[in-house]
């Protein structure tokens, strides 16, 4: 098994560690939240002038962007920023802050829990990329979205089984759920699913054991 996932259960430490930051993410989640008081949210850290730093550094020929403000198609669909390249080349992109910094990446995988209803990480967003930034450390992950939703897809069970406990968020009438996958094991992941072979099988787990 590479180091994206482990049949083994977490350690002692591991499972301390998991609760603590478990606690963490419920203080800093408000107890009762609807999708438009998260929208409003949302839309104010979208005038953060980070944003613009991060996609000028990201793309060398940014021209401009605009943010998706209104409640619809859009944002329903995980577009919260249009980016647009020199040569006209469009971006689509999904963002998220988090306020404290943290060592991984908080994959919501049911919106509503009871229902079963897919979280971000378990939907065909139309993004091209995710933007996961840390507002501290003014850090920020420009993740390939298909490629890591393919990660999800492959390694769901062992990170659920390894990184829980799952961190829930009370909304108005249902429960969400994500997992907190260290960011070190999100990037192996990822890595591997961007390279593709024809060649047989056991590449992509050669790639995962050698970049860890």
């Given at each position: 098994?590479?180091?994206?996932?482990?049949?083994?259960?977490?350690s002692?430490?591991?499972?301390?560690?998991?609760a603590r930051?478990?606690?963490n993410?419920?203080?800093?989640?408000?107890p009762?939240?609807?999708?438009?008081?998260?929208?409003?949210?949302?839309?104010?850290?979208?005038?953060?002038?980070?944003w613009?730093?991060v996609?000028?550094?990201?793309?060398p020929?940014?021209?401009t962007?605009?943010?998706l403000r209104?409640?619809?198609?859009?944002?329903r669909?995980?577009?919260?920023?249009?980016?647009?390249?020199?040569?006209?080349?469009t971006?689509?992109?999904?963002?998220?802050?988090?306020?404290?910094?943290?060592?991984?990446?908080?994959?919501?995988?049911?919106?509503?829990?009871?229902?079963?209803?897919?979280g971000?990480?378990a939907?065909?967003?139309?993004?091209?990329?995710?933007?996961?930034?840390?507002?501290?450390?003014g850090r920020c992950?420009?993740?390939p979205?298909?490629?890591?939703?393919?990660?999800?897809?492959?390694?769901?069970?062992q990170?659920?089984?390894?990184?829980?406990?799952?961190?829930e968020?009370?909304?108005?009438?249902?429960?969400?759920?994500g997992?907190?996958?260290?960011?070190?094991v999100?990037?192996a992941?990822?890595?591997?699913?961007?390279?593709v072979?024809?060649?047989?099988?056991?590449t992509?787990?050669?790639?995962?054991?050698a970049?860890?």
């Amino acid at each position: 098994m590479g180091p994206c996932g482990s049949r083994n259960r977490p350690s002692p430490t591991q499972a301390r560690q998991n609760a603590r930051r478990w606690r963490n993410d419920k203080e800093q989640r408000s107890p009762l939240h609807s999708f438009a008081r998260s929208l409003a949210r949302a839309q104010a850290y979208a005038d953060l002038p980070l944003w613009e730093q991060v996609y000028r550094q990201a793309f060398p020929t940014f021209a401009t962007m605009y943010a998706l403000r209104r409640d619809g198609w859009a944002q329903r669909g995980g577009l919260d920023r249009l980016v647009i390249l020199e040569s006209g080349k469009t971006l689509w992109i999904e963002e998220k802050l988090r306020e404290r910094d943290y060592a991984d990446i908080l994959l919501e995988y049911y919106s509503d829990r009871d229902r079963k209803v897919p979280g971000w990480i378990a939907q065909d967003l139309a993004c091209d990329y995710l933007a996961y930034a840390f507002l501290p450390s003014g850090r920020c992950y420009l993740l390939p979205f298909q490629p890591l939703r393919h990660c999800w897809q492959q390694y769901r069970r062992q990170w659920v089984q390894r990184y829980g406990p799952p961190i829930e968020a009370q909304n108005e009438g249902d429960v969400s759920v994500g997992v907190a996958v260290p960011i070190a094991v999100v990037l192996a992941a990822l890595s591997q699913m961007l390279v593709v072979s024809w060649a047989g099988e056991g590449t992509r787990e050669d790639v995962t054991q050698a970049s860890l």
